[in-house]
């Protein structure tokens, strides 16, 4: 790990920050080779010390130039540039992560195959560390037999293949292939390098399906006015995130947020808490594991006004009648797809004249019947929008473990150990 200067980056997991973590970015011959541009800035300006490795084809798209003033560093694409210095070895030996984006099919199927014929491929095969590819290509591409084969063979071998994002492609195109947007990516390297420098599990996800919940569902009055709570999204966003980083399959139920999608994430938006169960209780059938980070409303109006409400002329008020919601968490508790299948409910508690923000957390453990239930202590609207959190994880078999205050990528991978662990077991 190269230590040439004092810049720390962020740790995401709230290890110790790691000094200047050495990054080889492949760009490879697509049109979104100019998204890398941006990656590679956010990789730079967060300290780490990168190396960019473009193909031939990729330098038709963005120049080395723009590579070298980005990078501060020269760049090659062949193995006979500096060969004294043996690039084509030294760069993956020396790597703390590399990471191709984006990456074409004929990328994918050549490091498949083990081909190199190019410093990128030679690169790929010396690695030792973290590789992440991020794909990018037409949908038909993307879909044919044997990219999928490649990306599986990949996959078992270690690599991070993230899925590409669904949307506007090249010319009038739309479809599943568009390469994710450079700041998720950034985020995910995040996640990958801050947990290989903490000496925890890059892949212990790998091959496992996860379904998670997250924001705020609304639950309508008239055309305009809805009841809702405060769940801004963030930590079911970073739960999503720590997955995928992972190598997880990642289903991402959103309620009312407008964050935008973690890279490599399957991301389903939704409003109402019916609409919310609609998508998560079949998704939850064949799923390894189920984190509910969402915060549903537990009431809605027994009635919904078609035309918007007006105010009375007497000064008087409507009077609301709710009934309660469904109770989703419970649902997926007692009526399991597979009974493997590890359930995760989170508590906002206060606490009150009843018990203690944990004894309440205990009592909601034992009533919904999931496996791990985070409880989080939100008295003067602490957590709800802010970057940090902190939170106790009750287990069903009575362990209980604190998490201390820190960003809530910290407290997602803390609650993925927990789920890991017990998918082991």
Known sequence: MSTGSDHEAASPTGARPVARPTVVLGVTGGIAAYKACELLRRLTESGHDVTVVPTESALQFVGAPTWAALSGKPVATDVWTDVHEVPHVRLGQSAD?????????????RAAHGLADDLLTNTLLTARCPVVLAPAMHTEMWEHPATQANVATLRERGVLVIEPAEGRLTGKDTGKGRLPEPGEIFELCTHVLARAAAGGATRDLAGR???????????????????????????????ARAAAARGAEVTLVAANSTLPDPAGVKVVR???IAELREVVVPAAASADAVVMAAAPADFRPASYSEAKMKKAADGSAPAIELVQN?????????SRGRADTVVVGFAAETGDATGTVLELGRAKLARKGCDLLVVNDVSGGAVFGSPENEAVILGADGTATEVPRGSKAALAHAIWDQVARRLQD
Request: hydrophobic share 45%; charged share 15%; glycine share 8%.
């Open 97 to 109: 992560l590399v990471v191709v984006a984006p990456a074409t099919a004929d990328t994918l199927a």
């Open 209 to 239: 399906s996860v379904v998670v919940s997250a924001g705020g569902t609304r639950e309508y009055l008239d055309p305009v006015r809805f009841l809702g709570n405060r769940s801004s999204g963030l930590q079911g966003f970073a739960l």
């Open 270 to 272: 939704v409003e109402t």
């Open 326 to 334: 469904p109770d989703v968490l419970h649902e997926l508790s007692t």
